[in-house]
């Protein structure tokens, strides 16, 4: 590690810089995402809704999707942004701001395919994260089906 890495960690970070994330971090990182998602869809929503605005002003009403309509679109962005995240970068935001990054058992950042199947399964069951607070290793039940696992680690990785 050169002098700057090692200035760039945080205050005691340098203990935990590759050991397993545990419940807490990894909770709050997945609260950052959904507050990322909530905000996408959000903007998703005001521009088809300035979208319908500018093509018929007179008759203009805020549109109101069914419930069913709104869980899958949700679903489908946190998929794609848990995919592309753990894919392109090995964490998503969250994860950046945590000082987490997910790897697979070689710690290599997640291939495509595996990140898709971690996200689909994060999103369908997000209650699989509370393994990691029983597993000795601190794995959710999506780690241990994709063989991956969340690590602290603040440093910046070059592809």
């Known amino acids: 590690m050169t002098p700057h890495e090692a200035s760039a960690l945080p205050r005691g970070a340098e203990a935990f810089q590759g050991q397993p994330a545990g419940i807490i971090s990894r909770s709050v990182a997945a609260v950052i995402d ?6 996408v ?3 998703g929503y005001l521009a088809f809704s300035g979208v319908l605005f500018a093509w018929n002003p007179r008759t203009f009403g805020f549109p109101a999707p069914s419930g069913w309509f709104t869980v899958a679109a949700a679903g489908i962005v946190a998929t794609v942004y848990l995919t592309v995240g753990w894919w392109i970068a090995g964490r998503t935001y969250g ?14 950042d997640l291939p495509l395919g595996l990140s898709l199947v971690r ?6 069951f997000p209650l699989g994260l509370i393994w990691c607070a029983l ?16 690590i602290y680690d603040w440093r910046h990785h070059e592809h």
Do not use: I, K, P, Y
């Open 34 to 39: 959904g507050v990322v998602v909530a905000t």
């Open 41 to 43: 869809m959000a903007a």
């Open 95 to 108: 994860a950046a701001l945590m000082g987490l990054r997910v790897v697979s058992r070689d710690d290599r």
């Open 119 to 124: 996200a689909v399964t994060c999103v369908v």
């Open 135 to 150: 597993d000795h290793r601190a794995r959710a039940l999506q780690d241990l089906l994709v063989r991956s696992r969340v």
